[in-house]
Protein backbone atom coordinates (compact mmCIF):
# COMPACT_ATOMS: atom_id res chain seq x y z
CA UNK A 1 0.00 0.00 0.00
CA UNK A 2 2.34 2.61 0.46
CA UNK A 3 4.29 2.52 -2.80
CA UNK A 4 1.16 3.66 -4.58
CA UNK A 5 2.39 6.58 -5.87
CA UNK A 6 5.28 4.88 -7.03
CA UNK A 7 2.50 2.95 -9.43
CA UNK A 8 -0.12 5.56 -9.63
CA UNK A 9 2.56 7.76 -11.65
CA UNK A 10 3.68 5.11 -14.11
CA UNK A 11 0.26 3.72 -14.63
CA UNK A 12 -3.28 5.19 -14.94
CA UNK A 13 -6.51 3.28 -15.49
CA UNK A 14 -10.26 4.19 -16.18
CA UNK A 15 -11.66 2.20 -13.34
CA UNK A 16 -13.08 4.08 -10.76
CA UNK A 17 -15.62 7.08 -12.68
CA UNK A 18 -18.68 7.13 -10.99
CA UNK A 19 -17.34 7.88 -7.45
CA UNK A 20 -15.91 11.21 -7.57
CA UNK A 21 -18.05 14.93 -7.02
CA UNK A 22 -19.58 16.61 -10.02
CA UNK A 23 -17.15 19.48 -10.31
CA UNK A 24 -14.01 16.96 -9.75
CA UNK A 25 -14.81 14.89 -12.73
CA UNK A 26 -11.74 15.03 -14.91
CA UNK A 27 -9.62 17.12 -13.14
CA UNK A 28 -6.00 16.20 -12.36
CA UNK A 29 -5.14 16.15 -8.96
CA UNK A 30 -1.67 17.47 -8.23
CA UNK A 31 -1.65 16.51 -4.74
CA UNK A 32 -2.13 12.50 -5.57
CA UNK A 33 -1.14 12.50 -8.87
CA UNK A 34 -4.45 11.10 -10.30
CA UNK A 35 -7.08 11.68 -12.54
CA UNK A 36 -10.28 12.73 -10.63
CA UNK A 37 -13.23 10.02 -11.55
CA UNK A 38 -10.35 8.13 -13.70
CA UNK A 39 -7.91 6.85 -11.33
CA UNK A 40 -8.85 5.62 -8.03
CA UNK A 41 -6.53 5.59 -4.68
CA UNK A 42 -5.67 2.93 -1.84
CA UNK A 43 -7.18 5.28 0.51
CA UNK A 44 -10.15 4.63 2.64
CA UNK A 45 -10.21 7.79 4.27
CA UNK A 46 -8.46 11.70 3.80
CA UNK A 47 -8.28 14.45 5.88
CA UNK A 48 -6.44 17.95 5.26
CA UNK A 49 -5.13 19.32 8.13
CA UNK A 50 -4.02 22.00 9.68
CA UNK A 51 -1.80 21.85 12.60
CA UNK A 52 -3.19 24.25 14.93
CA UNK A 53 -6.48 22.72 14.29
CA UNK A 54 -7.61 19.66 15.79
CA UNK A 55 -10.58 19.30 13.45
CA UNK A 56 -9.80 18.58 9.94
CA UNK A 57 -11.11 21.57 7.53
CA UNK A 58 -11.94 18.77 4.74
CA UNK A 59 -13.15 15.01 5.14
CA UNK A 60 -12.83 12.13 2.15
CA UNK A 61 -14.95 8.75 2.75
CA UNK A 62 -14.03 6.06 0.40
CA UNK A 63 -15.73 2.48 0.62
CA UNK A 64 -13.84 -0.80 0.59
CA UNK A 65 -14.48 -0.41 -3.31
CA UNK A 66 -12.57 2.89 -3.51
CA UNK A 67 -16.09 4.61 -3.80
CA UNK A 68 -16.45 8.35 -2.58
CA UNK A 69 -19.04 7.71 0.53
CA UNK A 70 -19.19 11.19 1.89
CA UNK A 71 -17.33 14.16 1.89
CA UNK A 72 -17.49 16.96 5.25
CA UNK A 73 -16.06 20.38 5.02
CA UNK A 74 -16.45 21.14 8.57
CA UNK A 75 -18.37 24.58 8.09
CA UNK A 76 -16.16 25.30 4.94
CA UNK A 77 -18.04 24.63 2.04
CA UNK A 78 -18.16 27.89 0.60
CA UNK A 79 -15.05 27.16 -1.60
CA UNK A 80 -15.93 23.63 -2.20
CA UNK A 81 -18.82 22.05 -4.50
CA UNK A 82 -22.70 20.86 -4.20
CA UNK A 83 -24.28 19.50 -7.62
CA UNK A 84 -26.70 22.21 -7.58
CA UNK A 85 -24.91 25.36 -7.60
CA UNK A 86 -21.59 24.77 -9.51
CA UNK A 87 -19.26 24.32 -6.73
CA UNK A 88 -20.52 26.33 -3.56
CA UNK A 89 -22.19 26.02 -0.60
CA UNK A 90 -21.95 22.28 0.37
CA UNK A 91 -20.64 20.98 3.92
CA UNK A 92 -21.52 17.80 3.93
CA UNK A 93 -22.45 15.25 1.47
CA UNK A 94 -22.84 11.60 1.16
CA UNK A 95 -22.99 9.04 -1.73
CA UNK A 96 -25.36 5.94 -2.20
CA UNK A 97 -24.81 3.31 -4.82
CA UNK A 98 -27.31 1.10 -6.05
CA UNK A 99 -24.98 -2.05 -6.26
CA UNK A 100 -21.42 -2.92 -5.96
CA UNK A 101 -20.30 -3.63 -9.50
CA UNK A 102 -20.95 -1.43 -12.05
CA UNK A 103 -23.59 0.33 -10.37
CA UNK A 104 -27.02 2.25 -12.19
CA UNK A 105 -28.11 4.84 -9.86
CA UNK A 106 -26.14 7.19 -7.92
CA UNK A 107 -28.10 9.17 -4.68
CA UNK A 108 -26.30 12.16 -3.48
CA UNK A 109 -27.76 13.58 -0.32
CA UNK A 110 -26.76 16.92 1.43
CA UNK A 111 -28.31 20.21 2.87
CA UNK A 112 -30.06 21.03 0.07
CA UNK A 113 -31.77 17.34 -0.50
CA UNK A 114 -31.08 14.08 -2.34
CA UNK A 115 -30.09 14.49 -6.00
CA UNK A 116 -30.80 11.06 -8.68
CA UNK A 117 -27.87 10.03 -10.97
CA UNK A 118 -28.30 7.16 -13.59
CA UNK A 119 -25.35 5.65 -15.28
CA UNK A 120 -25.00 3.62 -18.27
CA UNK A 121 -21.74 1.73 -19.31
CA UNK A 122 -20.07 0.77 -22.98
CA UNK A 123 -20.31 -2.54 -24.10
CA UNK A 124 -16.68 -2.88 -22.79
CA UNK A 125 -18.14 -2.11 -19.07
CA UNK A 126 -17.04 1.40 -18.80
CA UNK A 127 -18.76 4.03 -17.65
CA UNK A 128 -20.38 6.18 -20.89
CA UNK A 129 -22.64 8.28 -19.80
CA UNK A 130 -23.81 10.17 -16.05
CA UNK A 131 -27.28 12.17 -15.45
CA UNK A 132 -27.82 13.96 -12.39
CA UNK A 133 -32.17 14.48 -13.11
CA UNK A 134 -32.11 17.30 -14.94
CA UNK A 135 -29.00 19.36 -14.22
CA UNK A 136 -25.76 17.68 -15.31
CA UNK A 137 -24.91 15.27 -17.76
CA UNK A 138 -21.46 13.50 -18.09
CA UNK A 139 -20.26 11.88 -21.05
CA UNK A 140 -17.21 9.77 -21.38
CA UNK A 141 -15.13 8.33 -24.61
CA UNK A 142 -12.25 5.52 -24.27
CA UNK A 143 -9.55 4.39 -26.95
CA UNK A 144 -9.27 1.50 -27.95
CA UNK A 145 -6.65 0.42 -25.07
CA UNK A 146 -9.51 1.42 -22.72
CA UNK A 147 -8.08 4.34 -21.82
CA UNK A 148 -10.12 7.57 -21.03
CA UNK A 149 -10.01 9.54 -24.41
CA UNK A 150 -12.87 12.48 -23.68
CA UNK A 151 -14.63 14.00 -20.88
CA UNK A 152 -17.91 16.13 -21.89
CA UNK A 153 -19.48 18.09 -18.80
CA UNK A 154 -21.27 21.17 -18.48
CA UNK A 155 -19.48 23.70 -20.07
CA UNK A 156 -15.98 22.00 -20.23
CA UNK A 157 -14.47 19.44 -22.87
CA UNK A 158 -11.41 17.25 -21.29
CA UNK A 159 -9.08 15.57 -23.92
CA UNK A 160 -6.79 12.89 -22.72
CA UNK A 161 -3.24 11.43 -24.62
CA UNK A 162 -1.75 8.69 -24.08
CA UNK A 163 1.93 7.80 -24.31
CA UNK A 164 3.25 4.22 -26.05
CA UNK A 165 4.11 2.54 -22.13
CA UNK A 166 0.30 3.59 -21.52
CA UNK A 167 1.38 6.42 -19.65
CA UNK A 168 -0.54 9.61 -19.39
CA UNK A 169 1.10 11.83 -21.66
CA UNK A 170 -1.31 15.49 -21.60
CA UNK A 171 -4.59 16.66 -20.80
CA UNK A 172 -6.53 19.30 -22.19
CA UNK A 173 -9.49 21.15 -21.03
CA UNK A 174 -11.26 23.70 -22.98
CA UNK A 175 -14.17 25.92 -21.30
CA UNK A 176 -16.86 26.41 -24.12
CA UNK A 177 -18.27 29.51 -22.76
CA UNK A 178 -15.18 31.97 -22.02
CA UNK A 179 -12.39 30.47 -24.45
CA UNK A 180 -10.37 29.36 -21.58
CA UNK A 181 -7.77 26.74 -22.67
CA UNK A 182 -5.92 24.50 -20.15
CA UNK A 183 -2.85 22.39 -20.54
CA UNK A 184 -1.45 19.96 -18.77
CA UNK A 185 1.81 17.82 -19.76
CA UNK A 186 3.99 15.07 -18.58
CA UNK A 187 7.09 14.41 -18.92
CA UNK A 188 8.82 11.07 -17.83
CA UNK A 189 12.38 9.51 -17.46
CA UNK A 190 13.50 6.23 -16.62
CA UNK A 191 9.91 5.06 -16.39
CA UNK A 192 9.14 7.51 -13.63
CA UNK A 193 7.40 10.85 -13.43
CA UNK A 194 9.45 13.65 -12.96
CA UNK A 195 8.29 17.01 -14.21
CA UNK A 196 4.66 18.38 -14.57
CA UNK A 197 3.54 21.35 -15.92
CA UNK A 198 0.52 23.18 -16.21
CA UNK A 199 -1.26 26.73 -18.20
CA UNK A 200 -4.11 28.12 -18.21
CA UNK A 201 -5.01 30.66 -21.06
CA UNK A 202 -8.38 32.80 -21.52
CA UNK A 203 -8.12 35.01 -24.38
CA UNK A 204 -4.59 35.72 -24.83
CA UNK A 205 -3.78 36.00 -21.27
CA UNK A 206 -2.01 33.52 -18.71
CA UNK A 207 -3.62 32.59 -15.61
CA UNK A 208 -1.69 29.72 -14.72
CA UNK A 209 1.46 29.09 -15.21
CA UNK A 210 3.09 26.32 -13.09
CA UNK A 211 6.08 23.45 -13.23
CA UNK A 212 5.68 20.60 -11.02
CA UNK A 213 9.18 18.68 -10.07
CA UNK A 214 9.37 15.46 -8.88
CA UNK A 215 12.19 13.71 -6.45
CA UNK A 216 11.94 10.04 -5.44
CA UNK A 217 13.71 8.04 -2.62
CA UNK A 218 13.32 4.51 -2.46
CA UNK A 219 11.44 4.41 -5.52
CA UNK A 220 9.15 6.53 -4.09
CA UNK A 221 7.79 10.14 -4.51
CA UNK A 222 9.14 11.66 -1.64
CA UNK A 223 8.90 15.70 -2.50
CA UNK A 224 7.39 17.65 -5.73
CA UNK A 225 8.51 20.84 -5.85
CA UNK A 226 5.68 24.02 -7.41
CA UNK A 227 7.61 27.02 -9.01
CA UNK A 228 5.30 29.36 -10.64
CA UNK A 229 6.23 32.44 -12.97
CA UNK A 230 7.16 34.80 -9.67
CA UNK A 231 10.39 34.20 -7.30
CA UNK A 232 8.00 33.70 -4.81
CA UNK A 233 5.55 31.49 -6.26
CA UNK A 234 7.44 28.61 -4.65
CA UNK A 235 5.63 25.70 -2.14
CA UNK A 236 6.35 22.16 -1.77
CA UNK A 237 4.63 19.13 -0.97
CA UNK A 238 7.04 16.30 1.14
CA UNK A 239 5.52 12.79 1.13
CA UNK A 240 5.72 10.86 4.45
CA UNK A 241 5.21 7.06 4.76
CA UNK A 242 7.06 6.11 8.18
CA UNK A 243 3.28 5.18 9.58
CA UNK A 244 2.04 1.54 8.63
CA UNK A 245 -1.76 2.92 8.47
CA UNK A 246 -1.24 6.44 6.50
CA UNK A 247 0.47 8.31 4.40
CA UNK A 248 0.96 12.04 5.56
CA UNK A 249 1.72 14.88 2.54
CA UNK A 250 3.21 18.07 3.86
CA UNK A 251 2.68 21.43 2.33
CA UNK A 252 5.27 23.74 2.57
CA UNK A 253 6.37 27.53 1.65
CA UNK A 254 9.09 28.27 -0.50
CA UNK A 255 11.64 28.63 2.59
CA UNK A 256 9.76 25.03 3.82
CA UNK A 257 8.19 26.37 6.21
CA UNK A 258 5.11 23.93 7.48
CA UNK A 259 1.73 25.20 6.05
CA UNK A 260 -0.60 22.29 6.32
CA UNK A 261 -0.91 18.77 5.58
CA UNK A 262 -3.04 15.92 4.01
CA UNK A 263 -3.16 12.57 6.09
CA UNK A 264 -4.06 9.42 3.95
CA UNK A 265 -5.64 6.12 5.53
CA UNK A 266 -5.16 2.98 3.95
Known amino acids: MKYFLTFLVILMYTINTYSQRICNYGEYDFVLNTINGVDKTDFLLVKFMNDDQKKPLHIYKYDSLCRLIEVNFTGRGEIFADARSSCNNANNSHYKYSSKLKPKKLEITDEDGTLNAILNYDINGNLKQIKYDAILTVDYEYNINNQIKSITKDNKFYIYFWNKNNKIKRIEIDF ?88 CYY
Open 176 to 263: LDDKTHQEIKFLYKENKLKEVSHTKVRLGFQLINRLYTYKYEKERVCEVKVKGEQLSDVFYFNYNYDNRDKLIIARKNSGKKYLNHYE
